[in-house]
Each structure stands twice: as structure tokens, then as C-alpha cells.
């Protein structure tokens, strides 16, 4: 398997990264819940619709945890958590929720994030430094440019 990207140049004149390339990741399809449970199913004793009524199951306390402001913790994966989008207010008595509150969206953190040189976050944001190689986080991670 490989993650796809491609490469991208900074045409944002006000960056201090501006005329500089960058790797943009490059999706090539969606999976859906039930190409997961076709897959769960060829690699254990589980029926697909065991499987599809887990996964179901999984997104729908996924979502009530999130609505809950808990942060979900799936182990080897990684966290969840709600995230707001918004707009700033001058003062914090002028701030309104209704105003300036736009939008969520849910943060995604795996469960170790690289930061540099073997130095990487755990799930509870201690910094832990550790020398670790991509290749152990990600198994048969590879790159493929596009």
C-alpha cells in the first residue's frame, strides 16, 4: 500500500514559505462502512452484517461521545475530539455563542504524531522522546508521487 501526494508550490505571496514545494496528500477513493465489513469479514470469523451492525453501532456512540465533549480514544488509532470554528469577538462580554460560534468539525490525533527527530506526542499531549522510525508507526507506509 501507499499514500499518494503530489506536489505543490506555495503561491501565497505573504507566506514566509512562499515559491517553496510542499506534499499534498492525493485520495484516490472513499471506503464506506460496508467495503469495511466486506473487508473485516475476509480477515476473521465475523459475517459482514456482524461486522456492518459493529461499525454502524460505532459511529453512532462515536457521534453522541463527540456531542458529550468527550474525547474518543480508539487504541492503536488514535483520538477524537470536537473541534468549534468561529469568529473572534473584541471583548469577552461581547462574545455570544450564537454569533460567533460558525461550525464544528472533529480533530483527528493518531495515536503517536512525529514532531521531529524521534520526538513525538502521545494521546494525553506528553512530549515523549523516543527514537522511532516512520516505518514502525505505519507498518508498510510508502510514498507514491502523482
Same mark, same amino acid.
Request: hydrophobic share 35%; charged share 25%.
Given at each position: 500500500?501507499?499514500?499518494?501526494?503530489?506536489?505543490?508550490?506555495?503561491?501565497?505571496?505573504?507566506?514566509a514559505n512562499?515559491?517553496?514545494?510542499?506534499?499534498?496528500?492525493?485520495h484516490?477513493e472513499?471506503?464506506?462502512?460496508?467495503?469495511?465489513?466486506?473487508?473485516?469479514?475476509?480477515?476473521?470469523?465475523?459475517?459482514?452484517?456482524?461486522?456492518?451492525?459493529?461499525?454502524?453501532?460505532?459511529?453512532?456512540?462515536?457521534?453522541?461521545?463527540?456531542?458529550?465533549s468527550?474525547?474518543? &480514544?480508539? $487504541?492503536?488509532?488514535?483520538?477524537?475530539? +470536537?473541534?468549534?470554528k /468561529?469568529? %473572534?469577538?473584541?471583548? !469577552?462580554?461581547?462574545?455570544?455563542?450564537?454569533q460567533?460560534?460558525?461550525?464544528? &468539525?472533529? $480533530?483527528f490525533?493518531?495515536?503517536?504524531? +512525529?514532531?521531529?527527530? /524521534?520526538? %513525538?506526542?502521545?494521546d !494525553?499531549?506528553?512530549t515523549?522522546?523516543?527514537?522511532?522510525a516512520?516505518?514502525?508507526?505505519?507498518?508498510?507506509?510508502?510514498?507514491?508521487?502523482?
Amino acid at each position: 500500500m501507499a499514500v499518494n501526494y503530489r506536489l505543490m508550490k506555495n503561491n501565497n505571496a505573504s507566506s514566509a514559505n512562499y515559491g517553496r514545494y510542499y506534499a499534498k496528500a492525493v485520495h484516490t477513493e472513499t471506503v464506506d462502512l460496508d467495503v469495511l465489513a466486506e473487508r473485516i469479514q475476509r480477515n476473521s470469523t465475523a459475517k459482514k452484517s456482524d461486522c456492518l451492525a459493529v461499525l454502524t453501532e460505532l459511529v453512532e456512540v462515536l457521534k453522541d461521545e463527540l456531542m458529550a465533549s468527550h474525547v474518543v &480514544k480508539i $487504541n492503536g488509532l488514535g483520538s477524537f475530539k +470536537i473541534g468549534l470554528k /468561529g469568529k %473572534y469577538a473584541k471583548t !469577552d462580554s461581547e462574545f455570544s455563542a450564537s454569533q460567533h460560534i460558525t461550525g464544528c &468539525k472533529v $480533530n483527528f490525533r493518531p495515536e503517536y504524531t +512525529i514532531i521531529n527527530n /524521534g520526538t %513525538y506526542v502521545d494521546d !494525553d499531549g506528553n512530549t515523549k522522546v523516543k527514537k522511532v522510525a516512520i516505518s514502525d508507526l505505519t507498518k508498510d507506509l510508502k510514498l507514491k508521487m502523482y
